[in-house]
Structures are given as C-alpha cells and as structure tokens.
C-alpha cells in the first residue's frame, strides 16, 4: 500500500517538475519572439533554410505535454523502483538558475542572427589558421550556437538551452539511460566496473551517473576541451573524486582493446557525418570487452514514434544540424551490428531513444 511519505514525494515530484516545464517552455515562449523580432529585422521570415512542411505527423503542443508527462510518471517509477535518486540541484543555487535564464536570454539575439542570415561557420573561420587537431566537420556553429562547443560561455548556457528547446524535459530523458546502467551495476561490484561516458559534454548524464551510483568511477571523454572543464564543476566533491576527463576524439578512443565494461553516449551520433558514425561505433566495439555494453541515447529516429516523426523532419529547419537529415534514417542497429555490437532493446522517451548494445 501507498504511503503517506510515497504520496508527498510524488506530490513533490510533480510540483517540481511541474514548475520546471512551465520555466522553460516560458523562455521558449520569449525566445521565440526575440527570434522573430531579430528575424523581421534582417528580412527573413525566422530562418534561411527554406520553409517547409511537416513531413509526417507532427504532435499538437497538447500532445507533446501529454508525452512529457508520460516521460516524467517513468522517470518517477524508476526512481521508485531504485534506479536513480529524485533528482535535485542540477542548476545550482537559484541565484544561479536566474543568472543562466539572464545569460540565455542576452544570448538569444546572436543565435537569431546566425539563423536569420545561416551563419553557421564562425567557428571555422576563427579555427582556419589554428583547428587545433579539431576535424573539420566539428568546427561548425551547431545549433547556430555561439562559439559552437568551443567557449566556457557556451559551455556555461548549454544545458539550459537544451532544457528550453525541450521543454525542460531533457534530464528526465537522459536519466532513461540510467536505467540499464543500474541493472548492470545490480549484478556486479560498482568499484570494478570500468565505465566512461563518450562526449559527454557538460555532465549531462555523467554527473547524474556518479550521484546515483556512489562507488562507479567514470570517465568522461569529449572534443571539448571547455565543456570538459565545466563538467569538473557541476560534479559534487565526491562525485568528482571519482570522475576523470580527457580531451579526445571519440573515433580515437583514449583506451585500450576490451578494457571497458560499459560506454554510454548521449546526443552525439546524429552530429556525425555518416562516416564517422561508423569510425565511432568501431571504436566502442574495439574498447569494450566482450559482453560489454554500449548505452546509447540519441534522437529518435523516423518510425520510432511515428506521431513524431514530422516533428523530427522539421527541427534541422530550424537549428543548424547538418547531419541530423541523414541520421533520422540511418541503420544504427545495422551499423553497430557490422562492428560487433547487437541490439539488446530500444526503448522510445519523448524525444529520445534509449539503446542497449552488448559486445558479441
Ligand atoms: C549535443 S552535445 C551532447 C553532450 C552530452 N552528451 C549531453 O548529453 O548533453 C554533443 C557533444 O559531443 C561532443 N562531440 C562532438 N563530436 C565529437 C567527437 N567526434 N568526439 C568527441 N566528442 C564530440 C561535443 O563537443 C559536445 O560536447
């Protein structure tokens, strides 16, 4: 039977999360409308891509809310079934919440712009003398984002944007890739489990990672030199104790032949070109051991909801995602199981899918 303390923490769960949808789609609400002033003033209609249709379905707002909340009942379950801790804290203090929501905001107009005119390639005009063994297909304006992935300031804002852009739904659909990770560490010593999350970014799952698991290490491995470094400084004193960090490419993996016994990766593969995806997932086939698994979570792709998918078609239109158009219909299971990784499940959430591959 349900106890008073289970119906609180979920009444606190919901008000929390709750209040959180209502932060963020409020800043996608005034960023909107920032874009469509600064677009109005470069004479372009919100964007340089051409205008175009849905193709396929697309959810009503309505419907996406109705999806989220789907998101958030699982991201209670699994907390309830002792997968990850309630989440808390991730923004810091809220005096600094409000000043990220102030930098998100002044930074909105520039973002316009890029948009306004497709400016997407200042990084690569600021890197042409010096790329700093940075490839070429990295050094873009992704998300016409400002300094791409290579500022503290980006660094600084990108979680919020990313919540914004999904409605503050974000963390909850990374914490799906908890699950598996969970299950695997039930059966064996968290201290012996070589673990390493692949561009991790800013921490967006490793953190949570090291908090819900208090005796794993990991290491986080990104192109970022930047992002890296504010990923050290959204960790807890003992998580970071526990973590390490190297600048490396994840077509180069910084570890030997069959040392690791679970990889994760979030949000990385549909910013690769098709090559590379396929240089990436040879790679995690060469580091992990036999039996190892690979925890990916990446957008859906075409067909994993199909209610989405028009959804999915739309948001290269509107952010600079060179290769996303390509990844929607990519054969990910068909390209991990040619390096020697088979699919184990694939579960959709919300937005993102959550795939589980084991070293054959
Ligand atoms: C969309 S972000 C995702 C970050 C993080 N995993 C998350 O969940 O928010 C993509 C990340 O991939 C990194 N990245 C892109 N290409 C990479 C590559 N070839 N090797 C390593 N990191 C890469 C970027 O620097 C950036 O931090």
């Known amino acids: ?114 948009r306004a005119t497709g400016a997407h390639q200042e990084v690569f005009e600021a890197t042409r003398d010096e790329p700093a063994g940075l490839p070429r297909y990295y050094r873009q304006n992704f998300h016409f984002q400002t300094d791409g992935w290579l500022s503290r300031d980006s660094a600084r804002i990108y979680d919020f944007q990313v919540e914004v852009l999904f409605k503050g739904a974000t963390a909850a659909m990374r914490r799906q890739a908890l699950v598996p990770l969970s299950q695997l560490l039930r059966q064996k010593d968290q201290r012996r489990v070589a673990y390493a999350d692949i561009a991790c970014g800013t921490g967006g799952l490793l953190a949570p990672a090291l908090t819900a698991f208090p005796r794993l290490a990991g290491v986080g491995v990104d192109l970022s030199h930047p992002y890296l470094q504010h990923a050290r400084t959204t960790l807890s004193r003992r998580a970071r104790a526990r973590a390490s960090f190297v600048t490396a490419p994840a077509e180069a993996l910084p570890f030997a032949d069959d040392s690791l016994d679970v990889a994760s990766c979030v949000y990385l593969f549909h910013e690769l070109p098709p090559k590379v995806r396929r240089q990436v997932a040879a790679e995690f086939a060469r580091v992990l051991k036999p039996g190892g698994l690979l925890i990916f979570a990446d957008s859906l792709q075409e067909g994993d909801l199909p209610e989405n998918d028009g959804l999915l078609h739309l948001f290269p239109a509107l952010f600079h995602e060179p290769y996303y158009e390509g990844y929607l219909t990519d054969d990910l299971d068909g390209m991990f199981a040619r390096a020697g990784l088979r699919l184990r499940e694939m579960t959709p959430a919300f937005l993102t899918r959550v795939a589980v591959y084991e070293k054959v």
């Open 1 to 114: 039977m349900d106890t008073l303390a289970t119906w609180s923490r979920r009444a606190a769960y919901a008000a929390r999360q709750g209040a959180r949808v209502g932060w963020f789609a409020a800043h996608g609400e005034l960023a909107q409308a920032i874009t469509k002033r600064v677009a109005r003033r470069h004479g372009s209609a919100g964007s340089k891509a051409p205008r175009r249709r849905p193709i396929g379905p697309t959810p009503d707002q309505r419907r996406l809310f109705a999806q989220i909340a789907d998101l958030f009942r699982r991201d209670l379950a699994n907390v309830e079934a002792g997968h990850y801790p309630l989440p808390s804290g991730e923004f810091g203090s809220p005096a600094a919440f409000l000043d990220l929501s102030r930098r998100f905001l002044a930074d909105v107009p520039k973002v316009a712009r890029r």
